[in-house]
């Protein structure tokens, strides 16, 4: 059964998740700034940022697909199982079957990048948790969360003078 | 005859609720219980199939189509 709160304000918006948004935004910044101009110095940048975006970018519109043909409940955020799943198929795509055909791809296999995976799913399972289960739910609508999970709105109105 | 939220077994109850989840059903309405409890292993298996499928042609597009610098530069980037 869906275990997400009725009183969580929105749902998962997919490919317009915050979460996906923001890695988008890092990823586009990656690639035409932090890649060229500290790349040479930070050599995260160039070898593993991407990696580490690859769920959180990724994975809203996967599951997108997924809910079109019915295969999700529509507005549901990832759950921890959906994340797992997606980290070790894809973990098996890119650091397994890839770097067999090297010649084409130009990849090879690395436990780091496999590293990375897992981090950046961590850490957006941690986001999506939180907003399932409504403790940062205030957050997003810019109210205090524990006011929020009570029910007050405590909005300031705009006064003007 | 089961229930439709918990798949209970509601034969031989004197009331019609639920002793697990508390649903009400009405004996006589058939859409208020299920004849037969679905089979939900089935499902799920049907469901990670799906699911597969599409992560393993996302992963493909990746690689391929969609952005094919995304991951992969030259074997000397540490990739």
Known sequence: ?161 | MFCRVCYYDLRGLSEPRCPECGTQFNPADVTTYLMEVPDLRAQSLRRIAWMLAIALVAAFLIMVHLVPSFFFGPPSSGH
Not at chain 1, 31 to 36: A, L
Not at chain 1, 43 to 70: A, M, Q, R, T
Not at chain 1, 142 to 153: L, N, T, V
Request: aromatic share 16%; glycine share 8%.
């Open chain 1, 1 to 161: 059964m869906d275990k997400q709160r009725d009183g969580v304000p929105g749902s998962f918006k997919y490919c317009f998740d915050p979460v996906c948004l923001t890695a988008l935004t890092i990823y586009l910044a990656n690639r035409w700034f932090m890649k060229p101009h500290w790349g040479a110095y930070i050599s995260f940048f160039p070898d593993y940022l991407n990696d580490f975006l690859c769920i959180p970018l990724f994975l809203p519109p996967v599951l997108l697909v997924n809910c079109l043909l019915g295969v999700r409940q529509r507005s549901r955020y990832p759950t921890a199982f959906e994340l797992l799943f997606h980290l070790v198929v894809w973990s098996v795509c890119f650091e397994v079957v890839a770097p067999l055909f090297s010649a084409v791809f130009h990849t090879t296999a690395g436990a780091l990048d496999v590293a990375a995976y897992a981090l950046g799913a961590g850490v957006a399972g941690l986001v999506w948790g939180s907003w399932r289960h409504g403790r940062l739910a205030g957050v997003w609508h810019g109210r205090s969360p524990a006011r929020f999970r009570r029910g007050e709105d405590v909005r300031t109105p705009i006064v003007f003078p």
